[in-house]
């Protein structure tokens, strides 16, 4: 066996930034980034897919958030954007046939805005222009011909009758509705009192006459409903040409401007038939022109004619980029809204809303996909959407019943636009498995690392990145030391000593902390020392559960030893996790072994408290002892594992090199060290694997040492593969350096166990034996006492089952002796 395994020295537990890598003071020696540091497999490819214009090539940026996936693909969306043609504009307008199919007009950039300008100067022309032109006195003159020319023939026709009347002796009166008779005595009228009072004769008379002119007024009344239809038609064709005269001259330069343009000309005809009909009936009647104040017509022209915009671009803003952050069915297809009316609701292609993928339509439209999947129905109606390459304005559960009101089915528009997805590697996994489509339509993956390769030149970009957020959120200046407290901090998040973290908004999340720390010390610039007590800070506002663990095991609430030894007995090392806080905690495992058979039982899943990883971690512990001590002996035995005063969930096999550690020193009663803690993960040939939080996990053991008082013993124990994971705390690193504390780094279980008992494992000579006094052979020495005990056990079982097969027998010859044995025979 070889020399036991040395502590690490001081400087391997960190990874401090050479003075070299930064050659600035500070950082204002040096030019911003903008852009994203690293990510250039990520950047290859949001090129290729912003680059590639066939159907089915939309983007899904793949990756955790902070990383600056979503500030990059928008900033180069942009950019690229710029050098790009803009799309066209689309305004939604009035159908005069089928209102409740609005249409809509497309116009070149910049020019939706210009023609609705048109519009509303039109809609000024006709306020000042009606009802103003149906009161000019030659309108007046020629409409009052027409009603002098009508109430002539009526005047013409009563008179002739009440000429005739006169004759007869019968009075005729008028008024504006009707025609009544009355008898005449000495020329006048005679009162109704005296109507009486005349002889039958007289009366009857009288009511032949008024017979005779009432047959006369018919006859020349009779022509009456043609007179009328003759003046309605003058009437009718003076509105039209006064409209007509006054109209002209508004709208011949629209026609003019857009000769050339069919679907406008179109509208601009569609509306000016319409305005003939909607200027006679509400102006031309003075009733109802009395009735309609000026607001009021303004208010109707604009709800008839003035058009819709639905999106708009700058002739040289390029192709649009929107950013959709709270993507519902409204928000991205638009909708059709109602107003109230006198408790009815009604709406108007006045009343459509545009949505994201209108202001997107042409350009880029940016969609977080964890947002977007809540609303199974709006992905599905996006694919549906990109498929036919139409965006169509629907109530979005019209399907299922749930929309009785009558709404509007505005035109569909042609859809042209490119969608980048932004979501995690969970939802993009999901999506392929879960459904077919998703990769026939985003066909672009744009994969951001979560790490970058710290390198000199890596660092030196991460400083310029730091400048250029001190220049955006106006930070006061920061020195070289506070730069390489930021990156030794990346690393830290990435876990490891030649790598960064890509999750920058953690950094800048800092280094904004350091400022207001800078700024309460009323200091110029930010230095490491403000990184460090910014960190400090952040770490005692989520620390409230760890600091109460350590004085839990202070008090001995739990049961945890720094010093001395023990059997059966091992300081593990794990990391809790809190919210978005984690922190590591030592617990003790602990370990029984009795002979048996029921081989090694993990509480923590009898108990339904351990996961399926932390039960893999046991069962990989039982192939390990199999093949390493059960060559010769059956592993009979019986052990119980259990993490002490553990009452939640266990989770992760790096604890599975304590717990042999701890079965080896309960089987052979062999005493383990308690100033040391140990993880790792074991497999089947007792090599130590890698673990997660191992930074974490020293500093856990290490506050709970500090707390007690160093010793210049205790220690951790690590996986020699998480070496190049260490970004310890200088706390820790001073206490090693100072010889207080030590960090082991082991690549076998033996090296483990040679360090927790000071005594050699032992190495298997050619024929598999193993030195005396060494680990391994004590192991074998008890697995073979314990077997030699049950060997006993069955020879004790087969002579007590010998003695009573013996005494069977014995029982059994002499009752055929007995039986043999005959009375003499009498004679």
Known sequence: MSNMVTPLPHHALSAKVPADHLPFKTLNDLEPLSGILGQERAVEAIQFGVAMQRPGYNIFAMGDSGTGRSSYVTSYLKSEAKRRTPPNEWVYINNFTESHRPKALEFAPGHAAEFEKEIRSLIDGLMATFPAAFENPSYQ????????????????????VERVAVKIGVAMFRDASSVSFAPMKEGKAIEESDFAGLSDEERDDFQNAVSHLEGLLNEELLSLPLWKRASYEQLRQLNLNTVKEALDPLMATLFEKYQDDAPVQEYLQAMRSDLDKTIIDQLADDKASDNRDEIGRRQMYEEMYLPNVAVTHSPNGGMPVIYEPHPTYRNLFGQVEYSSDQGMLITSYRLIRSGSLHAANGGYLILDAEKLLTDHYLWEALKRALKSKTLKIEHPYADMGLMNTTTLSPQDLPLQVKVILIGSRDIYYLLQDADPDFQEMFRVLVDFDDTLKRTKEAELSFARLMKDRIDKEEYANVTRDGVAALIEYSSRLAEHQREMAAKIGDVFELLGEADFVREMARDESITADHIARALKAKKHRTGRVSEKIIEEIIEGTVLLESEGTAVGKINGLTVMQIGD????????????????????????????????????????????????????????????????????????????????????????????????????????????????????????????????????????????????????????????????????????ADEALHLLTGIEPGVADEEGNYPEETISAKVIERLEAISKLGEEDEEKEEDEDDVKNHSSKVDSSSSKNDQGKKEPKKN
């Not at 002539?152 to 008179?159: K, S, T």
């Not at 993960?681 to 996990?697: F, H, R, T, W």
């Open 141 to 160: 003159q020629q409409k009052g011909a027409i009603d002098r020319a009508f109430n002539e023939q009526y005047e013409a026709a009563i008179n002739k």
């Open 581 to 748: 806080s984690h922190f590591g905690a030592p617990a003790r495992i602990s370990t029984t072994v009795h002979p048996g058979g029921k081989g090694i039982v993990d509480i923590e899943r009898e108990s339904n408290l351990g996961q399926n990883i932390h039960s893999k971690g046991v069962l990989i512990l039982s192939g390990y002892l199999g093949n390493k001590y059960a060559q010769r002996y059956p592993l009979e035995i019986s052990a119980s594992i259990a993490m002490e005063q553990s009452y939640g969930y266990v989770d992760g096999d790096s604890a599975s090199t304590a717990e042999l550690c701890c079965l080896l020193s309960a089987l052979i009663q062999i005493p383990l060290r308690q100033d040391l803690a140990i993880t790792g993960s074991l497999n089947q040939y007792g090599e130590i694997q890698a673990i997660g939080g191992v930074n974490e996990k020293i500093e856990g053991f290490f506050n709970v040492c500090n707390a007690r008082g160093l010793t210049g013993t205790q220690g951790v124990i690590i996986p020699k593969s998480n070496a190049n994971n260490l970004m310890l705390s200088d706390d820790i690193i001073d206490a090693v350096k100072e010889g207080k504390f030590h960090v082991y780094a082991i690549s076998t």
